[in-house]
């Protein structure tokens, strides 16, 4: 790869290398095998003068770790922390090969190309170029130590990567600002965007928080018996039905919170509708107003509950005596453990008695403040990329990197710049989804706007 190549050109090319190592991560320990992009950065950073540091906690499951010292003792240090895996890819429902990083027309098309591997290689873009230039005597430096993370495992909970790496080599990526995946969505215009018509973005979202997640285990005792003859028994996965089915419709309220409000705003809906989505009664029945954001637009406003896996019986002429179905549940800042425990027995009601609510994982929601020198300097960038918009602070729906680092209190943001043909419904929709895909001007914009952040914050 060439370093003269503007950073867009490089970002575009180390992304395709990237998602041709393929690094599917399917939970198993085995699985991932992310030595084979470490390798690949290893190689990218080669003569930068910087040496990258490989750590490997279970074989083939390793992260890379570049850090460009700053010039000043005790100025803030900046983390630029990627995830190199990415979740599996069934080909036969692709349209293109998932892994061979093709781009047709505009776009480059591959699994793990938008979650997060275009903001990784612009990471790496970002850091090689600000080490090279290190080298030079008159080159720029930056005052605080800028790390370059690319890691294991975000995929199936980081306990190779980052939650790893911040129990055991802290000295590695801990840093006082991260950046990371999730953000960068135009907000705006959307009514224009659909009829193809010019838009105006009047926000670009800054992820700064995320839901909370607990995990459960219903078990469920019924009585077994012959198959042959069901009637009158206690069939353990009909019980289960039952119950899938009372805690999906099972209605918990509505809470709008401080950064639904400026979402709904940013958008410049028509004012009923927007009235409607701000209002805890009205907000479920105007969802179906609100096109491929409605289900985000949903988890941002309440706890949510979705029963996925569930298992009853092994054999075909037996009545199961025993089911089990794991929720997922995603919990809204404020709500507790014992929260959690007392919705689920209110919305199984009486067939608690034949349920047992087992597990107790439970990890806070986080949210890191916006009055830092990194929003300002996210803001800026924003605002010269797409005039007059500004950053539109979002919690997730779901997890990331970002909340291990919250959790230790360090200021921590999802940031990206996304073209304006874009729209938050359509990034969670192709995130995990077939035929993911991002633009090369994403690409570009990203890669500008990361190195505008790095150097205004650590200049
Ligand atoms: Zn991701």
């Known amino acids: 790869m060439n370093p003269a190549q503007n950073l867009g050109e490089q970002a575009i090319e180390l992304l395709a290398e990237l998602v041709r190592s393929a690094c599917t991560n399917n939970g198993a320990p085995d699985s991932g095998q992310e030595i084979r992009s470490a390798d690949v950065l290893s190689r990218f950073f080669a003569g930068s003068g910087v040496i990258p540091e490989i750590v490997e906690p279970h074989p083939s499951r390793a992260s890379l770790i570049v850090r460009i010292a700053g010039t000043e003792p005790g100025a803030p240090s900046l983390a630029l922390v990627g995830h190199i895996d990415?979740?599996?890819?069934?080909?036969?429902?692709?349209?293109?090969?998932?892994?061979?990083?093709?781009?047709?027309?505009?776009?480059?098309?591959?699994?793990?190309?938008?979650?997060?591997?275009?903001?990784?290689?612009?990471?790496?873009?970002?850091?090689?170029?600000?080490?090279?230039?290190?080298?030079?005597?008159?080159?720029?430096?930056?005052?605080?130590?800028?790390?370059?993370?690319?890691v294991a495992d975000e995929e199936a909970g980081s306990r190779f990567g980052v939650q790893w790496l911040l129990a055991n080599r802290p000295d590695l990526i801990d840093a006082d600002f991260v950046l990371t995946e999730s953000g960068g969505a135009p907000v705006g215009g959307e009514a224009a965007l659909a009829q193809n018509t010019p838009r105006t973005v009047s926000a670009v979202t800054v992820t700064v928080g995320e839901k909370g997640l607990a995990r459960r285990r219903l078990v469920v005792h019924g009585v077994p018996g012959h198959g042959s003859a069901p009637w009158g028994s206690r069939n353990a996965?009909?019980?289960?039905?039952?119950?899938?089915?009372?805690?999906?419709?099972?209605?918990?309220?509505?809470?709008?919170?401080?950064?639904?409000?400026?979402?709904?705003?940013?958008?410049?809906?028509?004012?009923?509708?927007?009235?409607?989505?701000?209002?805890?009664?009205?907000?479920?029945?105007?969802?179906?107003?609100?096109?491929?954001?409605?289900?985000?637009?949903?988890?941002?406003?309440?706890?949510?509950?979705?029963?996925?896996?569930?298992?009853?019986?092994d054999a075909i002429n037996v009545i199961p005596g025993l089911a089990t179905i794991d929720l997922?549940?995603?919990?809204?800042?404020?709500?507790?453990?014992?929260?959690?425990?007392?919705?689920?027995?209110?919305?199984?009601?009486?067939?608690?008695?034949?349920?047992?609510?087992?597990?107790?994982?439970?990890?806070?929601?986080?949210?890191?403040?916006?009055?830092?020198?990194?929003?300002?300097?996210?803001?800026?960038?924003?605002?010269?990329?797409?005039?007059?918009?500004?950053?539109?602070p979002i919690i997730a729906a779901g997890g990331s990197d970002a909340r291990f680092y919250r959790e230790r209190n360090r200021t921590a943001y999802g940031f990206s710049i996304l073209s304006d043909r874009w729209t938050y419904g359509m990034f969670r929709t192709l995130i995990h989804g077939n035929d993911e895909r991002i633009d090369l001007a994403s690409v570009r914009l990203t890669v500008e706007a990361i190195d505008a952040v790095v150097r205004r914050l650590l200049g």
Request: proline share 6%; net charge negative; aromatic share 6%.
């Open 86 to 150: 990415v979740v599996p890819a069934l080909a036969d429902d692709w349209s293109v090969d998932p892994f061979a990083a093709e781009i047709i027309g505009d776009e480059l098309f591959g699994r793990g190309t938008l979650d997060m591997l275009y903001l990784t290689a612009s990471y790496a873009v970002v850091a090689r170029a600000l080490a090279v230039a290190a080298q030079s005597p008159n080159g720029p430096r930056l005052r605080g130590d800028l790390i370059f993370a690319a």
């Open 237 to 313: 996965a009909v019980i289960a039905a039952e119950a899938i089915s009372r805690i999906t419709r099972f209605a918990l309220p509505a809470e709008i919170g401080d950064y639904w409000p400026r979402y709904v705003h940013a958008l410049g809906l028509p004012t009923d509708l927007g009235a409607r989505l701000i209002a805890p009664n009205a907000i479920v029945a105007a969802l179906g107003e609100l096109g491929d954001l409605a289900g985000y637009a949903h988890a941002a406003t309440h706890t949510t509950i979705s029963p996925n896996v569930v298992r009853a019986g």
């Open 328 to 392: 997922d549940i995603r919990h809204l800042p404020g709500v507790s453990a014992e929260d959690i425990d007392r919705m689920l027995r209110e919305a199984l009601g009486e067939l608690s008695e034949h349920i047992e609510i087992t597990g107790d994982s439970f990890s806070p929601a986080n949210v890191s403040s916006m009055d830092t020198a990194l929003f300002e300097a996210i803001s800026e960038v924003i605002g010269l990329v797409y005039p007059g918009a500004r950053a539109l």
